[in-house]
């Protein structure tokens, strides 16, 4: 079965300075993965994909993350953050015996300090 | 342009009432989902539907029930609420296409359980 975990439900970064947030994933075949971004008191929104092809996918804001077969990674980044990405971000994975339905993890909150 | 909308967006209920939260899409998408978000758990999917008149239990269904009478709503019922089913509660929709995944969502309704 597919799964994701994410390291570090909290995350507080100056601005200006690099985002990362850790997803890590486990899945037998080769795994379809996301990140969400939830804004406060709204739904979730896509930042970005990875299905097959290129490794290093770019999102929006200025988002984007590398798939790691050999470590099983899928880390999000960002060189210089914003207050606006003050946000919870969630990595999640399509679980191929589904419907196309999407498995979370818990999400890391994002705070940005002036 | 709706997109995903969810009504109502707030709600307090007593233990042992009843509701419906009603879910509406108006981008023609095949599959549809209700998914319960609470703190530290990331979200996690209660039953969802593949088409029209089709229905099925997700992660977390106990509680609840669903229909899918018309292609563009998505019902979810709570026949007798209970504390635990405090929650935010998320629609979420998508195409047939699974390599996409892109899931859409609505802004979430927050219902309290007394």
């Known amino acids: 079965a597919q799964s994701v975990t994410q390291l570090g439900s909290h995350v507080s970064v100056s601005e200006g300075a690099l985002v990362l947030l850790r997803c890590n994933y486990s899945s037998s075949v080769p795994p379809y993965l996301f990140w969400y971004v939830q804004y406060p008191n709204q739904g979730l929104q896509l930042l970005l994909k990875y299905t097959t092809g290129a490794t290093l996918v770019k999102g929006i804001n200025g988002f984007e993350a590398e798939f790691k077969k050999s470590e099983t990674s899928f880390h999000l980044t960002k060189p210089s953050a914003h207050m606006s990405d003050a946000a919870e971000y969630f990595c999640a994975v399509i679980l191929t015996d589904s419907w196309g339905k999407l498995q979370f993890g818990a999400g890391t909150q994002v705070v940005v300090t002036p | 342009n709706a997109g995903v909308t969810q009504t109502p967006k707030f709600r307090v209920l007593k233990t042992g009432q009843s509701m419906t939260l009603l879910c509406a899409q108006d981008?023609?998408?095949?599959?549809m989902y209700w998914y319960r978000q609470d703190p530290g758990m990331g979200l996690r999917l209660i039953h969802y539907?593949?088409?029209?008149?089709?229905?099925a239990k997700g992660e977390v269904p106990d509680g609840y029930n669903v229909s899918r009478l018309k292609k563009q709503n998505f019902l979810l019922g709570l026949e007798s609420a209970a504390p635990s089913q405090t929650s935010v509660y998320f629609c979420?929709?998508?195409?047939?296409?699974?390599?996409?995944?892109?899931?859409?969502f609505g802004e979430g309704s927050r219902l309290t359980v007394l």
């Open positions: 539907s593949v088409g029209e008149g089709t229905t």
């Open positions: 979420a929709s998508r195409g047939l296409a699974r390599s996409t995944g892109e899931l859409f």
């Open positions: 981008m023609n998408h095949e599959y």
